[in-house]
C-alpha cells in the first residue's frame, strides 16, 4: 500500500526495491558501440538537459537500453554536478578577468564615497523606491496562477539575450511544450492542449552569450474550469 | 562572438588555440579533476586533451564551431569530450599498477574482485566463477554479489573513484552466458536477469531511464529531472517507484517472488 509524506512525494516505505536493484546491478552488460550509439553534443545535451524534446523522444528508446550511452550520459551529468565542475561552467574567464577590475574599482568607488560625504546620515531605511529587479535572468509574466484562457507565454527581456527558450510541463514532470524565440512573448499553439483545473510548470531560459543561458524559477498555472450553469 | 571562435574561423588556429586554453583552461581542468586526482594522471591527461583538442588544426573545435545549430551549450560538450579522453587515456595506459594502488586498501575478497573486474574486465559472472573455482570454494553468488556491490561502492567513492566507475567492465549479454555459469545459484541470477530485462523492457524508453539513472546510476533525483526535462525530483520519485512497481508486477507473474530475489 503507497502513502504520501508531506512533500507528496510517493511513498512505499513496505515496498523497499533494494532487491531489485541489487539484481539489476548485477546484470551483465554489453558496452559495444552501434551505429545508433550518441554523439558527443547529443550526449552533452542530455546530460546538461537542454535536448529538444522532439530529439529527446527519437533518442529515448536507444539511451534506454544502450549501458554505453547511458554511462556516458550519467557520467557527464555527474560531472557537470560536481561544484568544482559547475563553478568553471558559470564563471567565464571573461567573467573573472572582469571580476579583476570590477572588484578593485568598486571598492574604490565605496572609500571615495565614505571619504567624500563623512557627515552622510546612513541610517538605514528605505530611500525612494526599490531598486529595479535583476535583468539576468527571465521572469515569467503570464500565466501565473489561475488564468481563464493561456493564448501565449510572456516573459522579462534579459540584457544581451539574443534568444529565449521555453518548455511547459505538465503535472507528472513531461514537457507539454518546449520552443525557441527570439522576442519575449510566444504563441501556444493550438495543438497543445491545457486541461482546465490541472496545475502545469514553466519555465524559461535565455541565451545571453556564446555558452551563457540564463534560467527563470519554475512558475505554476492552471486554467480556470468552466462554470456550471 | 567568442574571441577564439572569431579567430578560428579566420583560420588563425595558433592564436585560437591560445585564447581558447585562456578561456576554458580552468574547465578542463576541473573535469579532469572530477575523474582523477592523482597530480601525476591530471597533468598527463590535461596534456593528452589538449593534444587531441588542438590535433588537425583544432578539428574538434572547427568541428563543433561550424555546426549550424548547437544542441548543447559548448562548455558542456567541451566537458563531454574531456570526459571521453580522460576515460580513454585510463583505458589505454598501463594502467595496472597505478590502479592497484585503489585496491590496496580493501579486505582481501573485494580486492580480488577488484582485480578481476576492474582490472582484468572480466564480467560478474565470470569473477564469480574464478574466485568460486579458487580461493573461496564456499562463496554462494549471494554472498558475491554483495562483496561486489561493497568493491564497486569502495571504488566510486570519492573523486579518485570517478574515472573507476567509468572504467567499469564490458561484458557479454545476458543471452550469451553459458546455460550453466556456475552452479544453481548464479544460474538463478541470470535467469532472474532475463526476466528482469523483459519486465523492464515493458516500460516505456522514458519510465526505463529514470529507473536506470535513479536507481541504478544513482544520480540525484533533481539531476535526472534536469537531464530528462521533468519538471522537478518529484516527478523522478513517483515515477521511478510506480515504475518499479510495474518490474515486480510482472516479476511476480513470471513467478518470482521478493524472497527468491
Same mark, same amino acid.
Given at each position: ?229 | ?100 594502488? !585503489? =585496491? *590496496?586498501?580493501?579486505?582481501? #575478497?573485494? $580486492?580480488?574482485?577488484?582485480? %578481476?573486474?576492474?582490472? @582484468? &574486465? ?66 538463478? !541470477? =541470470? *535467469?532472474?536477469?532475463?526476466? #528482469?530485462? $523483459?519486465?523492464?523492457?515493458? %516500460?516505456?524508453?522514458? @519510465? &526505463? ?53
Amino acid at each position: 500500500m503507497s502513502s504520501r509524506d508531506p512533500e507528496d512525494r510517493l511513498m512505499m516505505p513496505d515496498e523497499p526495491f533494494e532487491e531489485l536493484k541489487r539484481v539489476l546491478d548485477t546484470r551483465v552488460r554489453s558496452e559495444a558501440p552501434t551505429p545508433d550509439c550518441l554523439q558527443d553534443d547529443v550526449i552533452a545535451a542530455f546530460a546538461e538537459g537542454s535536448l529538444a524534446p522532439d530529439l529527446r523522444a527519437t533518442v529515448l528508446p536507444h539511451i534506454a537500453t544502450c549501458v554505453r550511452c547511458r554511462g556516458a550520459v550519467a557520467s557527464v551529468a555527474r560531472a557537470l554536478a560536481d561544484p568544482a565542475v559547475a563553478r568553471e561552467l558559470v564563471v567565464s574567464p571573461t567573467d573573472r578577468r572582469w571580476y579583476r577590475i570590477a572588484v578593485p574599482l568598486a571598492a574604490a568607488a565605496v572609500l571615495l564615497l565614505l571619504l567624500a560625504s563623512p557627515g552622510a546620515d546612513r541610517s538605514p531605511g528605505h530611500r525612494g523606491p526599490p531598486p529595479p529587479p535583476s535583468s539576468t535572468t527571465p521572469v515569467p509574466r503570464s500565466p501565473l496562477g489561475l488564468v481563464a484562457a493561456v493564448r501565449d507565454l510572456r516573459w522579462s527581456p534579459v540584457a544581451g539575450a539574443d534568444r529565449y527558450r521555453v518548455t511547459v510541463f505538465d503535472a507528472t514532470g513531461g514537457v507539454v511544450y518546449a520552443a525557441e524565440a527570439p522576442d519575449t512573448v510566444i504563441a501556444l499553439p493550438d495543438s497543445v492542449t491545457l486541461v482546465p483545473g490541472t496545475a502545469y510548470l514553466w519555465k524559461v531560459d535565455a541565451r545571453t552569450g556564446f555558452d551563457r543561458w540564463a534560467t527563470s524559477e519554475l512558475t505554476e498555472f492552471r486554467v480556470a474550469e468552466p462554470r456550471r450553469r | 562572438m567568442d574571441d577564439w571562435v572569431a579567430e578560428l574561423q579566420r583560420d588563425r588556429f595558433d592564436a585560437a588555440w591560445d585564447l581558447f586554453l585562456d578561456r576554458y583552461r580552468r574547465l578542463i581542468f576541473a573535469a579532469i579533476r572530477h575523474y582523477a586526482q592523482d597530480y601525476d594522471d591530471v597533468m598527463d591527461v590535461f596534456a593528452r586533451a589538449c593534444e587531441a583538442l588542438r590535433a588537425d588544426d583544432l578539428r574538434r573545435l572547427r568541428s563543433w564551431v561550424e555546426q549550424p545549430e548547437h544542441r548543447a551549450r559548448f562548455s558542456t560538450w567541451l566537458v563531454t569530450v574531456v570526459r571521453h579522453l580522460t576515460v580513454d587515456w585510463f583505458r589505454h595506459r598501463d594502467g595496472r599498477r597505478r590502479l592497484s594502488v !585503489v =585496491a *590496496e586498501g580493501l579486505p582481501p #575478497l573485494r $580486492r580480488r574482485i577488484f582485480e %578481476l573486474v576492474f582490472l @582484468d &574486465r572480466r564480467s560478474h559472472i565470470e569473477a564469480y566463477e574464478l574466485i568460486h573455482a579458487g580461493e573461496a570454494p564456499t562463496l554462494t553468488f549471494r554472498e558475491f554479489l554483495s562483496e561486489l556491490r561493497a568493491t564497486y561502492h569502495a571504488v566510486s567513492t570519492g573523486r579518485r573513484g570517478q574515472v573507476l566507475r567509468d572504467l567499469a567492465p564490458a561484458s557479454e549479454a545476458v543471452e550469451d552466458l553459458p546455460a550453466d555459469p556456475a552452479g544453481p545459484s548464479a544460474t538463478g !541470477v =541470470a *535467469e532472474q536477469s532475463r526476466l #528482469l530485462e $523483459r519486465a523492464l523492457a515493458m %516500460l516505456t524508453p522514458d @519510465d &526505463r531511464l529514470i529507473v536506470e539513472l535513479y536507481v541504478l546510476e544513482e544520480l540525484p533525483a533533481e539531476t535526472v529531472a534536469k537531464v530528462l526535462g521533468l519538471a522537478n525530483a518529484k516527478a523522478v520519485y513517483n515515477r521511478s517507484y510506480r515504475a518499479l512497481s510495474l518490474v515486480r508486477e510482472q516479476l511476480e507473474r513470471a513467478g518470482v517472488r521478493r524472497e527468491d530475489l
